[in-house]
């Protein structure tokens, strides 16, 4: 299967990253948006705190492109210090 290299995260522009999935997930490879500043993954560690205060944990946009490029939040690690450094560069 061939994978477009020209998909680009609808909010902020980026082009998303290939990334081989952990094989018990099934997925093979991923396309992830990987910009640190991206809104949709800076502000998404805001929204998890509001179930789970602790958390460390945001969401990148990601695209499955065995399922015809469709969307997905991937859980991934924003630590608090990481957040913080994000929000002052924005």
Request: charge should be negative.
């Amino acid at each position: 299967m061939d994978i477009a290299t020209d998909r680009k995260c609808p909010h902020c522009g980026e082009i998303l990253l290939p990334w081989e999935g952990p094989p018990e997930t099934g997925w093979g490879i991923i396309l992830v948006c990987n910009n640190n500043q991206c809104p949709h993954f800076s502000c998404s560690n805001e929204t998890v705190a509001q179930y789970q205060p602790e958390s460390k944990l945001g969401f990148r946009y990601a695209e499955d492109p065995v399922n015809n490029y469709a969307s997905f939040n991937l859980a991934a690690y924003c630590g608090a210090t990481f957040m913080d450094l994000a929000k002052q560069n924005q």
